[in-house]
């Protein structure tokens, strides 16, 4: 069975720090390319951070680019976003998304407020 699970969502106070996991199983992990996306209320669903196999092609949306950082640990078939200096307008359901298949986590919450 194909699964994507987020981890690692709360809340945080701006310029705070939160670090984001996606476990991945079913699949052969490091055959993909992984996202991460993020949907606001009221707001479509966003990309915010690709990532290769082999995570020698990486790529961010112009919002989060300098602070937020996308990596992967093939070994344990995980997919981590590192989000710094946190902003309000960073608040959204963050989503792991395996690219090819269409196959989307559950989403976990962030909320940056003070």
């Known amino acids: 069975q194909v699964q994507l699970v987020e981890s690692g969502g709360g809340w945080v106070q701006p310029g705070g720090s939160l670090r984001l996991s996606c476990k991945a199983s079913?699949?052969?992990?490091?055959?993909?390319?992984m996202s991460w996306y993020r949907q606001a209320p009221g707001k479509e669903r966003e990309l915010v951070a690709l990532?290769?196999?082999?995570?020698?092609?990486?790529n961010y949306v112009d919002s989060v680019n300098g602070r937020f950082t996308i990596s992967r640990d093939n070994a344990k078939n995980t997919v981590y976003l590192q989000m710094n200096s946190l902003k309000p307008e960073d608040t959204a359901v963050y989503y792991c998304?395996?690219?090819?298949?269409?196959?989307w986590g559950q989403g976990t919450q962030v909320t940056v407020s003070s």
């Open positions: 998304y395996r690219n090819s298949g269409a196959i």
């Open positions: 990532i290769g196999p082999t995570s020698s092609i990486i």
């Open positions: 079913g699949f052969i992990f490091n055959d993909y390319y």
